[in-house]
C-alpha cells in the first residue's frame, strides 16, 4: 500500500472514527490550538494512533496552505471498506474531472445513503487528499471503487438486476421514475456529460426541469436532487411511478 494524506479537521476526523487501525499517524501544527485540535488528539489517545506535533512548515509541504493545522498518514484500500449504506442504490461517475465536484458529489452520495460509488478511473480525477477534504470526510463512509470500463460494469449489475438510470439535462424528471429497488443511477462530467456508449446502455434518463433563467445546475447539486428524490421514494410507502415496459430480476 501506498502512504497517503488527508488534511483538515473533517477528513481527519472521520478518518480517526471510521478506520482508526489504517491510520499511520497524525500530524498537528505546533503552531496551531483549540477545541478542534484537542478533539483531535483525544480521539487518537483513545484509539492509539501515533500523534506527532510538527512545525507549521511542515504541513504546509505534505498538504499545502489548505491542511487547517493537521493531517493524517493513512494506507488506502478501497476493497477494505465496509459500506454502510443502501445496496441496492449504487452511483456510477464518468470523467468528473475537478477534485472539489468529485468531493462534493461523494458528500452527497454519501449522505444520502448510497452502498457503492463507482468511478470510471480514464478521464477522472483521483480521489486525492483534496477530494477528501471537500467531501468533509465523507469519503471515508464510502465503499469507492475505480472502474475501467463503465459499459462492462453497467451490463454486470444489469444482470444482478440493477435498473440503469442516465442524468441529462433533456431526461425525464426523477419524480416521474421508479427510483426504488436495485437502482444504478450514472452522472457523466462537467463538459460533456455521460458518454455516448454509457447512453445507449441506460434504461432511462433522469433530467431536471429548469424554470429559472439560469440554463443548468452544477454537478454535486444535481445529484443531490435526483438522489434524494431516490431517498424519498426509497422511504415512503405510497405507490412508485411507473418503471416501465418488463422487469428486471
Same mark, same amino acid.
Given at each position: 500500500?501506498?502512504?497517503?494524506?488527508?488534511?483538515? /479537521?473533517?477528513?481527519?476526523?472521520?478518518? #480517526?472514527?471510521?478506520?482508526?487501525?489504517?491510520?499511520?499517524? @497524525?500530524?498537528l501544527?505546533?503552531?496551531? !490550538?483549540? %477545541?478542534?485540535?484537542?478533539?483531535?488528539?483525544?480521539?487518537?489517545?483513545?484509539?492509539? @494512533?501515533?500523534?506527532?506535533?510538527?512545525?507549521?512548515?511542515? &504541513?504546509? +509541504?505534505?498538504?499545502?496552505?489548505?491542511?487547517?493545522?493537521?493531517?493524517? *498518514?493513512?494506507?488506502?484500500?478501497?476493497?477494505?471498506?465496509?459500506a454502510?449504506?443502501?445496496?441496492? #442504490?449504487?452511483?456510477?461517475?464518468?470523467?468528473? +474531472?475537478?477534485?472539489?465536484?468529485?468531493?462534493? &458529489?461523494?458528500?452527497?452520495?454519501?449522505?444520502?445513503?448510497?452502498?457503492?460509488?463507482?468511478?470510471?478511473?480514464?478521464?477522472?480525477?483521483p480521489?486525492?487528499?483534496?477530494?477528501?477534504? !471537500?467531501?468533509?470526510?465523507?469519503?471515508?463512509?464510502?465503499?469507492?471503487?475505480?472502474? !475501467?470500463?463503465?459499459?462492462?460494469?453497467?451490463?454486470?449489475?444489469? *444482470?444482478?438486476? /440493477?435498473?440503469?438510470?442516465? !442524468? =441529462?439535462?433533456?431526461?425525464?424528471?426523477?419524480?416521474?421514475? =421508479?427510483?426504488?429497488?436495485?437502482? @444504478?443511477?450514472?452522472?457523466?462530467?462537467?463538459e460533456?456529460? &455521460?458518454?455516448?456508449?454509457?447512453? +445507449?446502455?441506460? =434504461? %432511462?434518463?433522469?433530467? #431536471?426541469?429548469?424554470?429559472?433563467?439560469?440554463?443548468? &445546475?452544477n454537478?454535486?447539486?444535481?445529484?443531490?436532487? @435526483?438522489?434524494?428524490?431516490?431517498?424519498? +421514494?426509497?422511504?415512503?410507502?405510497?405507490?412508485?411511478? #411507473?418503471?416501465?415496459?418488463?422487469?428486471?430480476?
Amino acid at each position: 500500500d501506498v502512504p497517503m494524506f488527508l488534511y483538515g /479537521f473533517h477528513p481527519v476526523r472521520e478518518a #480517526l472514527r471510521h478506520r482508526p487501525h489504517d491510520i499511520a499517524r @497524525v500530524l498537528l501544527s505546533a503552531s496551531r !490550538t483549540g %477545541r478542534r485540535r484537542e478533539e483531535i488528539e483525544e480521539a487518537c489517545r483513545r484509539h492509539r @494512533v501515533a500523534c506527532e506535533v510538527v512545525p507549521e512548515r511542515v &504541513l504546509s +509541504q505534505i498538504a499545502g496552505p489548505a491542511h487547517n493545522g493537521m493531517a493524517a *498518514e493513512v494506507r488506502e484500500d478501497a476493497a477494505e471498506r465496509q459500506a454502510a449504506g443502501d445496496p441496492d #442504490l449504487v452511483v456510477l461517475l464518468e470523467d468528473v +474531472q475537478d477534485p472539489r465536484n468529485l468531493g462534493a &458529489l461523494l458528500r452527497v452520495c454519501e449522505g444520502a445513503g448510497v452502498g457503492r460509488v463507482l468511478i470510471r478511473d480514464r478521464g477522472s480525477a483521483p480521489v486525492s487528499p483534496t477530494v477528501s477534504k !471537500t467531501s468533509a470526510g465523507a469519503s471515508e463512509w464510502l465503499a469507492l471503487e475505480r472502474i !475501467t470500463n463503465s459499459a462492462v460494469e453497467i451490463e454486470r449489475l444489469r *444482470e444482478e438486476g /440493477f435498473w440503469i438510470y442516465g !442524468t =441529462d439535462p433533456a431526461g425525464e424528471p426523477p419524480w416521474r421514475v =421508479d427510483l426504488t429497488g436495485k437502482v @444504478v443511477l450514472l452522472f457523466g462530467g462537467e463538459e460533456k456529460g &455521460l458518454r455516448a456508449r454509457t447512453r +445507449q446502455l441506460c =434504461d %432511462r434518463m433522469i433530467g #431536471l426541469p429548469m424554470r429559472g433563467r439560469v440554463g443548468s &445546475l452544477n454537478i454535486a447539486t444535481s445529484a443531490a436532487a @435526483v438522489l434524494y428524490e431516490a431517498v424519498r +421514494q426509497r422511504s415512503s410507502s405510497s405507490p412508485s411511478p #411507473l418503471r416501465g415496459e418488463g422487469a428486471r430480476g
